[in-house]
């Protein structure tokens, strides 16, 4: 992984090792953060792990621009964080883009 240290972007390298529609943990700034591909090839970042019971947000179903956690089912919105149709507490979410070959560019500030 390559970091610049003045602007705290990560190069987490090519965004081709995330499945289209799933996510990939990756291990940045001492933290866990969940990285995710939808069908439109567009990449989401948000904290690695569920607010409710600690569920690995990674291994959770996307679409819709949201993330649907693996161990009970509650949603969050990939861009705000925001919890859809329950109360649990907004997740962190990290900007995130592609550059010209296609790898993946995490930088370590909340949106
Ligand atoms: S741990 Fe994520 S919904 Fe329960």
């Known amino acids: ?65 949201e993330v649907v956690c693996p161990l009970h089912g509650y949603r969050f919105d990939l861009r705000s964080g925001v919890p859809k149709g329950h109360a649990c507490e907004t997740i962190r979410t990290f900007p995130v883009s592609l550059n010209e070959t296609g790898e993946i560019l995490l930088t370590l500030e909340e949106r």
Do not use: S
């Open 1 to 65: 992984m390559e970091i610049d240290t003045k602007t705290n972007v990560h190069n987490l390298g090519p965004a081709t090792r995330i499945p289209i529609g799933e996510g990939r943990t990756f291990y940045a700034g001492g933290q866990e953060i969940a990285v995710f591909r939808d069908r439109k090839r567009r990449v989401y970042a948000t904290q690695g792990w569920c607010p409710h019971r600690f569920g690995p947000l990674a291994d959770g179903l996307v679409g819709n621009g």
